[in-house]
């Protein structure tokens, strides 16, 4: 069966990196690509970016540009998301999920909740 | 990018009556990349519909979407307790960016 197991809970200063890894398994890694989502509390669901699992081409959400990176590492079917310069409003929960340009969602990640706290 | 609105922000209804939820788009939908996702408190999103009318994996068939171009509609023909909890569009198919609606709740009335 399909499964995207995420990294665990962070705690991060603002100006500070974080990276969230998602490893999937259940299926061929490289076929589909892993889009990051992430959703502040309360708040409703934000599109962060995709990348192909296939040739890790990406496409980041224009807020996001020059702040966040997205890479896989194919050998071990895992996909991450590194966010730079860290700010309050980036404390949410993050979500990967298997799907991306012209392929709905259909497997979804436990989640990881960053909290941004100085 | 394609911004999406849902309607109504949130729907109060009983058990057994029936929910139609609306997501309008601010430009046309290509090819009707249109999805919906539940998600209840504390849990990731689950994939409902895709393509606009096509249930996914497992979804009970009172889930119906229906919709194409700017309009598009997702029923709940009579629901169960089970089936409370918010409910969003997204679409997939323009690049730059994949986005979501705001949301609706339904909600126990």
């Known amino acids: 069966q399909v499964q995207l197991v995420q990294s665990g809970a962070e705690v991060k200063k603002p100006g500070a990196s974080v990276k969230v890894s998602c490893k999937a398994s259940g299926y061929t890694f490289t076929s589909y690509g892993i889009s990051w989502v992430r959703q502040a509390p309360g708040q409703g669901l934000e599109w962060m970016g995709w990348?192909?699992?296939?040739?890790?081409?990406?496409n980041y959400a224009q807020n996001l540009q020059g702040r966040v990176t997205m890479t896989t590492d194919t050998s071990t079917s895992t996909a991450y998301m590194e966010l730079r310069s860290l700010r309050f409003d980036d404390t949410a929960v993050y979500y990967c999920a298997k799907g991306g340009e012209l392929r709905y969602f259909d497997y979804w990640g436990q989640g990881t909740l960053v909290t941004v706290s100085s | 990018e394609i911004v999406l609105t849902q309607s109504p922000g949130t729907l109060s209804l009983s058990p057994g009556e029936r929910a139609t939820l609306s997501c309008r788009a601010s430009?046309?939908?290509?090819?009707?990349?249109l999805a919906w996702y539940q998600q209840k408190p504390g849990q990731a999103p689950r994939l409902l519909i895709y393509?606009?009318?096509s249930r996914a994996t497992g979804i009970p068939d009172r889930f119906s979407g229906s919709g194409s171009g700017t309009d598009f509609t997702l029923t709940i023909s009579r629901l169960e307790p089970e089936d409370f909890a918010v409910y969003y569009c997204q679409q997939y198919g323009s690049s730059p960016g994949l986005t979501f609606g705001g949301g609706t709740k339904v909600e126990i009335k």
């Open positions: 990348i192909s699992g296939y040739n890790g081409n990406t």
């Open positions: 430009q046309s939908v290509s090819s009707s990349y």
């Open positions: 393509g606009a009318s």
